[in-house]
Every structure is written in C-alpha cells, then in structure tokens.
C-alpha cells in the first residue's frame, strides 16, 4: 500500500467468467484484463452480448446461482475478490463499492421511500443516528442538484421523473463514499437531454469525490465524453483498451475502426455523417470462432487470423494495448467500403416538389379520465392529453422527413394519426386526395395499403407463430396486389432486396438476429408497394454496427421504389444524411421545421440548439457548447401558455422582460430560406448569429 | 381512490342483479318436478296444481322475479285495499302476515259454508276469533263476486263464488278443503328487504335460516383463515427465498398434495386418524347434545380445510416472492451491502405480499365452497349444509338466497381484497 | 392457398413445440406418468378388469384377498375394477342418455346459437362489421323458439333416440367448452377493451362471483344429474377463468408491433384475434386446461361424494368414496383406493402443468 497512484483501485486480470448451463457450461467473458485507478473513469464499450455488464456483476459477485468466475483474478484495493465468502463480500461491497444500473425504476424499490432506501446505507453499516443520516441525505441530493431535496425524501420513486430517479440512485451509491463506483448504462433509458445533465453530473463528482469509475455503456459518444480510458470489448474478449484520445484518434483494431465508422457523428458536414456497418453479427458465446474472434467480420483477416488466437500486446510507445496480429499493417483511413457494404448515395436526386403528404393544423387529443367520484359521474370538465398540436407541413413526393423529439414530444402519435391507428382529433391531412384524419376502420382497402409502417422494436415486430415468408407474404395476399400463385416468389425477391436470402424464406423469428428482424418488417411494409412508408425509431434497439446497415438499406430502398418516407428519431445524429427535410417536435408541437442541413446549422430554435448540444458525439476533440435544459418536460394535460418551450428555454433571456412575450404569446412561424422555418419570438437574424453548437478543429496531420 | 370505490359499488350491484337473474332464471322451477318432491310420488296432478297455485309458481317468471326481489306485499295491498303488517306469532316464532284493520285489530279471513266472508281477529297470543261472516264482496266488471284478502295461513288470496278447493298437507296425509281461495300471493317483502319467503323444504322464513347458519359458518371460515394465512404467507415467503432448494421442493410438494386431495379425502382421513383411531375429536361437528358446540367440534373442520387451502395460498405467495427476488431493486438492496434479513424484511416482503393479497381475497370464494364440503362431511351445521340439502330438495328460493350470500361474501371480499392492495402499493395510493 | 395452407399447421406446430418441451423439464415427465398411468388404467378397463365392476362377487367389506387384490366394498364389489372403471367416465367417454328428437333440435339450435354468438360478438365490436354482427346476433336469438316450435309441431318430441356414448369423458369435454368459450371472451375484452371489455368481463364477474361446489350445484339442482349437465357445468363455471387469462394474454399481446402491422393492414378482428394474437397465447392456455381438468376431476369426485355427480351405473370415484364411508374403519382400502386415484390424477395433472410452464417461460427468455 505504498502509492495510491500505483495500487489500482481495481484490477481484473485474465478474468473467465462462465455460465452453467444444461449439458456443460458457456464462457461469456474470457481474457479480460484491465485496472482503474482513483479519480479515473474507465469506459468498457462494446455491442450487446460482448460481455461488458458480466465483468460488472462478476465484481459485485453478483452472477446469479449458475454464474462464476472461472479464471483470473479481480483485485480491489490489492485484496482478490476471487473465493472470498459471501458475508466478506458483502461488508466490502456496502462500504467500497457502489453500483448503477440502467433503469433507474427498476433500480428503486416501488414501495419504500427514497429516504428510507438511502439512510439505510448509512444507518445499517455505520452508527449514524437517523437524523443524522436525513441530513446527508439531503445534502448529497442537493449535490447531485435534485430540486426540493428534503421533500423528495417523502417520496415515492414513481412520483418524480426518470431523471430524478437516476440523481437518486447516483445520489445513494455516493452516500458511502465509494471507492469504486461501477455504472452499467446509466444513461441508456433517459432521454437525451437528461442524459446530458446526467453525463455532467457524473463527471463533476468523479473530479469531486476522486472515485475511480468503471463505466460500461455501448455507446461511443458517451465514452468520448466522460472516459479516460477506455477498453473495448468484443465476443467476450477485451480487444483493445488505451486512453480515449489515443482510440479515437487512432484506433488499432479493425473492431474499433469499424464502431467509430459505424456511430452517427454530427460533425460539421453531411458527408461525415455517412455511416458505415461491420458485415455480419458478433458470434454467439458457444459458437466462437477458434482464432481471433473479429477475423470472420474483418476486412484484413488472413489464416493466421482464422487459425490463431492474437493475445493483447502494446503497440509502439503508446499506452494503447491490442488484439491483432495485423495492427501495425492496418491504415485505417485508407479503409473503402467492402462490396459486401451498401453506401447510400448522398447525391440527392431531384425531389418532386408535388406534395404526397399534406398536414394542416393537425391534432391528436386523448381523454384524460381523473380519479375522483366526481370525474366517474362526468362532472369535472373533461381533460386532455395534448399530444399533437397544429401540426402543419408538406411531404414531397419521394422525400424523407425525419421527424425528432425526446419521449413525449408527440412523434409517436403524430405518425399513428397519419397512419390510422389513432383518429385525429382535429385539422386536416390529405395523403394525396384522401382523407387521413380518420382510423383505419373508415379508410378503403386501397388507401390503407398506401401506407405502411416500420416498427421500432426487433423482437415484437414479427409474430412468433409465423415463418418470414408467411408474414411477408401476408400483405400481398390481403391486398392482392401479387397473384396467389406468385406470393412465395415475389417474397423471396423482397427477402434478396433486404440482403437475406432466400433459404429466410421458411425461418421462424427466434431463428433470426435484431437486424435481420428488421429487414424483415422492412420488407413486410414494402410488400404492398406503398406509396408513403412511416418509420417508428427502426434502428433505436439495434447495436450500433447493425444500425447503420439497416439505415442504408432503407435509403437504397427508397431510391429504387420511389418511397416517401417519415423517420422518427429521439435525436438529431441519426436521420442527418438520411433525410431530406427534417421536423423538431417538443411537447406536441413541431418547433421547427426544413431542409435537414438547415436544421444543424444557425439559426436554430434554441430547443434544437438544446438539443444538438446534448447529443453525445463520438469525437473527444470535438467542442460542443454547453447547453442545458432545466427541470422536467411539463404535462402535456396543461402545456404552457404561449411558446410551450418558454419554461425551460435557455434563450428567452434575449428578448426584453426576460421574455415575457413567451409565456402571452404563442409565437408566429418564422421563414429563413429554403422553406426553413422556426417556431419562434427571437427574431431569426438574431437566432442566425449563434454560434455553432458543435466544432471540430482541424486534425493535425498525424 | 374515490373512483376506485365508486366503480367498486357500481360493479358489485351490477354483479349482484346478474347473479339474481341468473340464478332465478337457472332454478326456476319449470317441470315441476319440485312439486314431486314436496307432495310425494304418488300426488294427483289435481294436487299437484292447486300446490303450484298455493305457491305462486303458475305466475309468468318476470312477475315471479320482481316478488322475490322486492317482494309482492305492495302489490297485495293496493289488491286489498288496505295496509298490511307482519307480526311474529310468539307461539313459533314465525312472521305472520296481517290485514292492518286500521283500528288496532289485524285480520285474516276465510269463507264459510254460506258464502260468507270471516274476519280472523288476531288476539295477544297469535291465536285468533272468529268473528260472525261478513258480505265482503266486491263485484267486478262482469258482475262476478270476488275478495282480496289474507287466508289464514298468512297469505294474499283471491276468493270467489266458484267454490274452489285446496289441497293441503297434514300430520295424517292430504286433505282437501273447501271455501279456498281461486289465486294466492304468497306474502314476502322480498330479498332486498330482508325477506325471502318461507322454506318448501323446512316451512321456515328463508331469511331467518340463512341467518342463523350464515354466522355459524362464518366462525368456521374466520378460524379456517387465521389459521390458513399466516401459515400460509410464512411457508410461501420461505419457500421463495429457497427457490430450487430442498426446502422448497418439500413445502411445494406438500402443499401440492393438500391442494390436489379433495375435502372429502382428507376429511375423512382426519376422522379415521383423529376421531376414530385416536379418539381425539368427534366426527361430527353437530350439536347433538345441546349443549352447544365446543372448539373441539371446530378442529377437524378447520383442519380440512386448512389442508386443502394451504397449498394454494403457499404456492401464490412462493411465487410472488420468487419474482420479487429476482427484481431489479432486490439486487440494488444487496449490491448496497444490506444484511440478507433486512433485503427479505424491509425490501422484498411487502413487494411480494401485494399480488398474493388480491388472489387471497379472491380465494375466499374456494374457502367457501370448501365449507360446502366441509360441513356437509361433518353435519357442521352451516350455510353449506343448508345450500347442499336445498339443493338435493329442490328448494329453488331457499338455495338462491344462500347461495346469493355466498356471492355477497365473495364480492366482498374482492373489494377488500382491491382495497388492501391498493393501502400496501404506494403507486396506486399516492397517484 | 398455398399461404392458407402454410398457416393452418403453425397452431399445431405450436402445440408439438411445446409438447417437446416436456420431455426436457423433470417434473412434466413425472406429472405425464402419472397422468398416463391412469389414462391406461381406463383404457384398459375397457377391455379387462380382474372383475367384473359392477357385480358383487365378494364378501361386503373385506380386505386383499385372492381375486380381489384390494378388497371389497360395502355390496361386496370389486374395489381395484371399479378404481380402473372410474376413470372411463371422467377421461374416457361420455354418456349421451336417451333422448328426444326434439331434445336434439334443442341442444343443435342452441349450441348453433352459442356458436353464432361467439363468431358474431367480435364482428359487432368492430366498427366495419358490426351491422353484420348485431343482425347474426339478433338472429342466433331465434334458434331456440324456432327449434321448440318445430319439434312441438310435429310430434318430433316422442321420438326417442335410445342412450349411447361418445369418446372422451365429462372432464375433458367440460373443459373444452369452457376453453372455446373462456378464449374468444377473453380475446374480446382484451384485444378490443373499452367498454366491450367492461361488459364482458362484468358479466364473467357474476360466474367468477360463486364459490365453485355451489354453482355445480345449482347447475344440477337445475338441469338434473347426468354427463351432459356435468359438462355444461364445468363449461360454464370454468368459462370466466379462461377468459380473464385470455385477456391478460391479450392485453399484453396486443402491445407488440407484429399486431400494429396487422392493424395497419386493416386485418379485420377475427384475423387479429385468432390469428395474429391466438397462436401465441395457446401455450399458457393449454397449461391453465390441464390444470382444469384438474380441477374438473377434483370438483366431480366432490360432488360424487354428496351424491350429486355423474349418474350409474358406471363407477365414479367419488361416489365410491360415499358408499364407503360408513365402514371405513372395517374396509378402508374401499375409501382410499378410489381417494387416491383422484389425489394422484391431479397431482399428476397439476405436476404436468407447472413442468410445462417451466418450460415455455425458459423456452421465451
């Protein structure tokens, strides 16, 4: 114990976890080394199924009955961790170590108090009287700035907001002062702008409470933003680990390379926001190839890949250590896209200017029903959850509107009105010369065809009981537009389109990954020829290197059949290059609206503004404005009066009175060029000289 | 929570007007076999009719319905013209039906040989005078005679001149007498009021009966639950937090066992065992010497029961609590480093108690039907009983007022059941 | 037709899916011995008993003996044939007794109402069907009187069609009614809700309200003892508890997106209901019946045991228990030979449900 620089505060070595199962046992996490020191945070990245979050449970001994460590060792604070029994586990565990996991919800017991589940850290491991306990409580909530601490002590976890709950259980695992603080994806389920505040947040306390942090997340933009270091993970194995500026910069492993290419970016131009997949899918734990791992999805594998295993070895002098007998030959940036790879063609075709798709003040209200006896017998006024409000716009033919919002915004139900699954509540929408504010029980035949959707969610897209063929078969038949006789060809062409072949034709869907689940509800939409196809966040649940695959192929979908297409999205990264013109929604109101590049660049809405600050941008060297949204999204039963931003808007401060306009006025649409409009008081000159929310400086030749 | 009670309401009355027409409906007494029954196989139609007429059973069902939901005095008053009152004969203890005079006397009638019209005038003792015969007699649009009135067994009747006859039962056998009444309305103020006509099967108030054996069964269900959910929720709670354990496996299977062995299995078991080899308890739970029952008439009843309810209860509450350990906030609870007993006690327990308390709740409704058994293996004598030997008579309203309380007992039940569920999870109380 | 074809198996499909799963879990495989051993029991008893079941060949209430391995009961009769031959009833076969043709007529008009009634129901939640629905609905209505009134008119009343049986006892039967029923119910209330959903489920509510002995027992008192009434009852009483599983199933399966994509397509309710949300709620659904036949054979020996179940001649356990009872203490092989048949059926049953359960919900992870 002579240093604490020197002694990690964790240390995995050669770390083998597996897992008993019926006939024999499956290694999850095998050769697995690393250390995190104090003050240091500790990025483990990787795709789902890659073994991050059991090298987390490992440390906690927290792997469930049929779970163990297998080989190596786990060294905290100089002790192994590794055979020591359960009750020494756990003193350990309640006085050093604290742990945060995604869903906050489920993290906080339903029915005990937050004040009751956070003094019992302090109350049942040291000999700290209950008041005492409150008030550091209280002053650690007010630390990790949760409004109105003390009251939220009394409460419920469900009666305050996602955000709130994830200050709480960070707030909690800080009470002990831990050594090792482990976060599992604490961000993951929040949105975007509250994940932002979060990210902050973690990064002030680990600076303030000098706390070493491993934190596991897939996602690069995350890592680039509060890692120091970072290992990432693939099939079970640490394929590379170095400082996050070295791995960005220049990463080693044709893994790496391909994340870094396949992550949305929102760097300064549209080009850069092209992205690209890694062909193929990360191998299951019992089906792992015998030499490296990456060699059956790589680009550069050569048999000594495919026969022998590459061991972690340092390359030059950089701290930067990687599995890969190739790393010194490799030169990332003179990598092109393999044939196996679609690139979407971003040379715009000419986009008929005829509008295929026409909104004019539409809206969605759903009734609220209260909890009163006076509510049950109808004698209250009746109540609404406003969902959509005025949407007004035009779709051109052909074109793609990318439409994006945090949870509540109203993207959801917008789309579910267009497409029938809700009936408006008010205003006007033609597809065409028909009607579509109406559900789908009045609409002909021949119009519901013309509109189909993708759904956001691989494993309930399809139904389970169904083959691929007969599913996608389904709509062809119902509508008749392929004769009877003809179905199973035409599906088996549809299947060649999405890339699968045509021996999909009889699979069941467990027989089939995230990624190709959704290239079957692709083609399941397109199997009617749709004129219009709405998409619902059909890449948010998929790994980041099936993401972008499946982007392209809706983008070379779209060319060959002359698709308009509507894409939801809860942030700006992803439909950049993908769209044409591009809505903001907020609280159930489009804020503003254009051509896509128009949207990143000045002037914004200062909602987009917000927006495009929070994004986590997988570039460490990239300069983001710091921008943040105060308090919670208010209910869309009672909006704000006026611009329903102006509670929390950051800019209102530039209009005189401190914006009193804001909370009288609703404000008018404001057009920039090119059909770029703005739902705003700021005048659009004035909005124009923002500055850039983010900046990448010119890389130095290496 | 308003809104949660107000539906509650509602739906048990809609539940209970459902449950009334279904089970009128279902027994109505359409081929008369309950007529065999109560006259004998070797009755005359002849008999057999003037019985149906005696009990009404020849009006249309509706009419029959609302009679027994509301009852039909109202409806025999404005017939008669006057009010009418029910006094208990301190003789027998039965209610009887009364013409209120007005003027301090109550009436029931009956006609004489000579056509006349006889005033029954009851006296303090329940016994009644007759008076000298009357020429009551109304005369309708057709000019034919007629009289509404109350006959002396306490029922509404209609005579005319026609000289109609009845049938009735005696110690000795049939008898028919003369001078009867042509119509009857057997009097009753009807389920809702408290009064659901008098037993074919007993010739008691209906009302009375269910009563009395309602409370009786009502402190057999009461000891059969303190004893079943205690036990229950501790074998369930240990059960789960030894999930796939040996422990676990013993409580499961036993309670699987108890669950899968009717009533009358283990019933019987337990008397072989209990009463009959060891001597311990009766066999039977009746009140044979008069003295009244005792606990230990109450051991096997409670007993049986227990056997076949534990199990269930056990097995909702083992898993409930399985689930609830392998929930998110149980792992956050021991990764905090709590002591195993506080993780059980504090984070899982009440968790774990809220499903398994609406399943309870809704099992009272098997608890009950159990009892049906129960009672009936141990001559207990309770609303079970009571439902079983109606329903082997035929006794249609006598088994649709018990099994009505039942239906009551089980709504209820359910609303305690929604009610304790909602005091134990915060996120219905407090939203 | 080609797709039509492809589609009809999955159902099945499903079904073998899951019947495969037993031989993985322990205590499926336990619960079908049992089970089974019982089914071979009755289907032997078809064919052979040591004796003859019926017939009292031995002297009243003795123990084991020669020819009568598990003695004898109150009238002398073979103890172990009349357990074998009780099972026919519940599992084996059911007894149509001997009835008019205008009996007939009436049971066709009404099970032919019932039948429209549950095809029309989720027509007439639908807005694009309903007046289809409610016509098909008032005309189910008329099934019955028509029926009646033929049969009276032309003497088709005095006809007898003399007693008979079908495959498959009173159990099994009972619980396929109450499955048919139970399912599209609870697919209604939970697919559409709303105030379908409220009725519907109010409805069952008044069913689910009985204690379960006392509503076979007003069912009997009702209609009279026999195979067709035990059926009816366990139909009617065992209905409200397969739909509120079928709607729970539905209300979680309707939130999937496979179902959205079927709406978008305009599938009309029936496509929806049993095709798109049926085939994936089976599995739990098949599990609850075993439990309820199950509860069928627990509920039969009950009401055996009161007297109250199915009619002679056949042996019905319960009833076996009943006759019994009074020597107990002198022949209590003639008490517990029968009482564990009915113990180890259900367990058995009960065991083959919970494997099973085990099974699917690991199979879905």
């Known amino acids: 114990m002579s240093n604490t620089n020197e002694q990690p505060v964790l240390k995995c070595e050669n770390l083998a976890i597996a897992y008993k199962v019926r006939g024999g046992e499956i290694e999850a996490v095998q050769n697995v080394s690393f250390e995190i020191h104090k003050g240091e945070t500790y990025g483990i990245v990787g795709e789902s199924g890659c073994g991050k979050s059991t090298c987390a449970w490992a440390v906690v001994n927290f792997l469930g009955s049929n779970g163990y460590v297998k080989r190596g060792n786990i060294f905290f604070q100089g002790q192994d961790l590794v055979g020591k029994d359960g009750e020494e586990l756990r003193k350990l565990r309640g006085n050093n170590i604290a742990m945060v996991y995604q869903d906050p919800m489920q993290a906080l017991n339903p029915s005990m108090t937050i004040g009751d589940q956070m003094r019992e850290v302090l109350t049942v491991h040291q000999s700290i009287s209950e008041e005492e306990a409150t008030q550091r409580c209280i002053e650690m909530l007010e630390r990790v700035y949760m409004p109105d601490s003390a009251n939220v002590l009394k409460r419920f976890p469900h009666q305050i907001s996602g955000g709130q709950q994830q200050r709480v259980v960070i707030a909690t695992a800080l009470l002990i002062n831990p050594s090792l603080l482990i976060m599992d994806e604490p961000t993951t389920a929040l949105d975007v702008t509250v994940e932002a505040a979060v990210l902050d947040l973690i990064d002030e306390l680990r600076r303030e409470f000098d706390t070493a942090i491993m934190y596991i997340t897939h996602n690069l933009g995350v890592v680039a933003r509060v890692c120091d270091k970072v290992g990432v993970m693939y099939a079970g194995e640490m394929v590379e680990r170095g400082t996050v500026k070295d791995i960005f910069k220049n990463p080693q492993h044709p893994y790496t390379q391909g994340l870094i290419r396949a992550v949305p970016k929102l760097g300064a131009n549209k080009e850069g926001s092209i992205l690209y997949p890694i062909p193929g899918r990360v191998p299951a734990p019992n089906a792992r190839p015998s030499g490296c791992m990456f060699a059956p999805r790589c680009d550069y594998a050569t048999d000594q890949c495919r026969s022998d295993h590459p061991e972690l070895r340092p390359i030059g002098d950089s701290d930067v250590v990687v599995r890969c007998h190739l790393a010194e030959e490799i030169d990332a940036s003179a990598w092109v896209p393999g044939d196996n790879i679609d690139v979407p063609d971003l040379t715009k075709r000419n986009l008929d200017t005829e509008p295929i798709l026409v909104l004019d003040k539409l809206q969605k209200y759903y009734d609220v029903r209260g909890s009163s006896i006076r509510d049950a017998l109808g004698l209250t006024k009746k109540r609404y959850v406003k969902a959509v409000e005025g949407a007004t716009f035009k779709v051109p033919k052909g074109s793609t509107l990318g439409i994006v919002g945090e949870s509540g915004s109203g993207k959801s139900t917008l789309i579910k009105t267009i497409i029938g699954l809700e009936k408006a509540t008010n205003g006007e929408a033609k597809f065409l010369s028909f009607d579509v504010t109406t559900d789908l029980s009045e609409r002909e035949p021949g119009l519901i065809q013309e509109l189909q959707m993708v759904f956001q969610n691989p494993d309930s897209t399809m139904n389970p009981s169904y083959t691929v063929g007969q599913q996608i078969g389904r709509p062809m038949e119902r509508f008749g537009t392929v004769p009877k006789s003809e179905i199973r060809g035409e599906v088996i062409k549809l299947l060649q389109q999405m890339r699968l072949g045509e021996n999909y034709y009889d699979r069941l869907p467990r027989q089939l990954s995230g990624g190709e689940k959704q290239r079957v509800g692709i083609a399941r939409a397109l199997a009617s020829r749709p004129d219009v196809v709405l998409c619902d966040e059909p890449v948010s649940a998929l790994d980041v290197s099936v993401q972008a695959a499946i982007l392209n192929l809706l983008l070379n979908v779209q060319d060959e059949y002359k698709t308009t297409m509507l894409f939801i999205a809860h942030d700006l990264s992803v439909v950049r290059f993908f769209s044409d013109n591009i809505a903001v929604m907020y609280l159930g109101e489009v804020m503003e609206i254009g051509p896509s590049e128009s949207i990143y660049a000045p002037p914004y809405h200062p909602y987009t503004e917000a927006l495009l600050s929070a994004v986590p941008v997988p570039d460490p060297t990239a300069v983001q404005k710091h921008i943040r949204l105060e308090g919670d999204i208010p209910s869309a039963i009672n909006p704000p009066s006026g611009c329903r931003f102006h509670t929390r808007c950051p800019r209102r401060n530039l209009l005189p009175d401190n914006g009193k306009i804001c909370e009288e006025k609703i404000p008018t649409w404001q057009e920039d060029a090119d059909g770029h409009k703005i739902l705003c008081h700021i005048p659009v000159e004035e909005l124009a000289t923002f500055d850039p929310v983010i900046y990448v400086p010119e890389k130095e030749e290496a | 929570m308003g809104r949660f009670l107000f539906r509650s309401v509602v739906s048990i009355m809609v539940t209970m007007v459902l449950v009334s027409i279904l089970l009128f409906v279902l027994l109505d007494p359409r081929d008369g076999e309950v007529l065999v029954k109560i006259l004998g196989i070797e009755s005359t139609p002849e008999q057999r009719e003037s019985l149906a007429n005696q009990l009404a059973l020849d009006t249309p069902i509706m009419q029959r319905y609302v009679d027994w939901v509301i009852g039909n005095d109202w409806r025999a008053e404005r017939l008669i013209g006057k009010d009418l009152a029910i006094i208990t004969d301190p003789r027998t203890g039965d209610q009887i039906w009364y013409v209120d005079d007005g003027d301090g006397r109550f009436l029931q009638y009956e006609v004489d040989e000579n056509q006349m019209i006889v005033p029954l005038v009851r006296q303090e003792d329940g016994s009644y005078a007759k008076e000298e015969g009357l020429d009551l007699w109304q005369t309708d649009e057709n000019g034919e005679k007629f009289f509404w009135g109350v006959d002396g067994k306490g029922r509404g009747a209609l005579w005319d001149q026609s000289g109609a006859t009845e049938f009735v039962t005696t110690q000795t056998g049939w008898q028919e007498l003369a001078g009867a009444p042509v119509d009857y309305i057997p009097l009753r103020k009807g389920v809702l009021r408290g009064d659901a006509g008098l037993s074919w099967r007993t010739g008691r108030s209906i009302f009375n009966s269910v009563t009395e054996r309602a409370s009786r069964t009502f402190i057999l269900a009461g000891l059969a639950f303190v004893v079943v959910m205690p036990l229950a929720l501790v074998f369930g709670i240990i059960a789960g937090i030894n999930e796939g354990r040996p422990l676990d496996r013993i409580i499961s299977i036993v309670g699987l066992i108890g669950t899968s062995s009717p009533e009358f299995v283990s019933g019987l078991i337990m008397i072989f065992v209990f009463a009959l080899t060891w001597k311990l308890f009766p066999t039977q739970s009746a009140d044979l010497t008069g003295q009244g029952l005792q606990p230990k008439h109450y051991v096997l009843p409670v007993l049986t029961l227990t056997a076949v309810e534990l199990g269930y209860v056990v097995r909702m509450t083992r898993a409930s609590m399985v689930d609830v350990m392998k929930a998110p906030y149980i792992r956050t609870a021991i990764i905090k480093g709590m002591p195993y007993r506080r993780v059980v006690f504090r984070h899982a327990l009440r968790n774990a108690l809220m499903a398994p308390i609406t399943i309870i709740m809704l099992h009272i409704n098997y608890l009950v039907g159990g009892i049906v058994v129960v009672e009936a293996i141990f001559a207990y004598p309770g609303l079970g009983d009571y439902i079983f030997e109606s329903a082997i008579f035929g006794d249609v309203y006598a088994l649709a007022a018990a099994a009505m309380v039942t239906v009551i007992v089980a709504v209820l039940t359910r609303l305690f059941g929604d009610l304790a569920y909602t005091l134990l999870n915060p996120r219905i109380r407090f939203s | ?365």
Do not use: C, H
């Open chain 3, 1 to 365: 037709m080609a797709t039509e074809k492809s589609k009809a198996p999955t159902v099945w499909s499903n079904v073998r899916n899951y019947m495969s799963l037993v031989a993985d879990s322990r205590i499926a495989t336990i619960g079908l011995a049992m089970v089974s051993f019982w089914l071979v029991m009755g289907l032997l008893s078809f064919v052979w008993t040591p004796q003859d079941p019926n017939a009292s060949i031995g002297i009243p209430n003795r123990g084991p003996q020669e020819g009568l391995i598990l003695g004898t009961d109150r009238i002398g009769r073979d103890t172990l044939s009349r357990t074998m031959a009780g099972t026919q009833v519940i599992l084996m076969k059911t007894r149509v007794p001997e009835l008019s043709v205008g009996s007939y007529m009436f049971g066709a008009a009404a099970f032919a109402a019932v039948v429209l009634v549950l095809i029309a129901l989720p027509w007439a939640s639908d807005k694009r069907t309903r007046r289809k629905g409610i016509l098909w609905l008032i005309a189910a209505m008329f099934f019955i009187p028509i029926a009646n009134a033929i049969s009276g008119a032309t003497g088709l009343n005095d006809i007898m069609i003399p007693k008979y049986s079908i495959p498959m006892g009173v159990a099994i039967w009972g619980v396929l009614g109450s499955l048919t029923l139970g399912s599209t119910l609870g697919l209604i209330a939970g697919y559409r809700g709303g105030n379908w959903d409220q009725v519907i489920m109010q409805i069952l509510d008044a069913l689910i309200a009985f204690p379960r002995i006392v509503l076979y027992l007003v069912v009997i008192t009702a209609l009279g003892q026999g195979d067709l009434v035990m059926i009816f009852a366990i139909a009617v009483t065992g209905a409200p508890g397969v739909a509120r599983l079928a709607r729970s199933q539905a209300l979680e399966i309707k939130q999937r997106d496979y179902i959205r994509a079927a709406e978008t397509r305009g599938e009309s309710i029936w496509y929806v209901m049993f095709r798109e949300i049926l085939p994936n709620a089976i599995g739990p659904l098949l599990v609850d019946a075993m439990l309820r036949v199950g509860y069928a054979v627990f509920t039969i020996g009950t009401l055996g045991f009161l007297g109250r179940g199915l009619p002679p001649p056949e042996p019905d356990w319960g009833n076996m228990i009943n006759l019994a009872r009074p020597s107990f203490a002198q022949a209590p092989l003639a008490v517990l030979v029968p009482a564990f048949a009915i113990v180890t059926l259900v367990v058995g049953l009960n065991l083959f449900a919970d494997g099973l359960n085990e099974e699917i919900t690991r199979y879905q992870k």
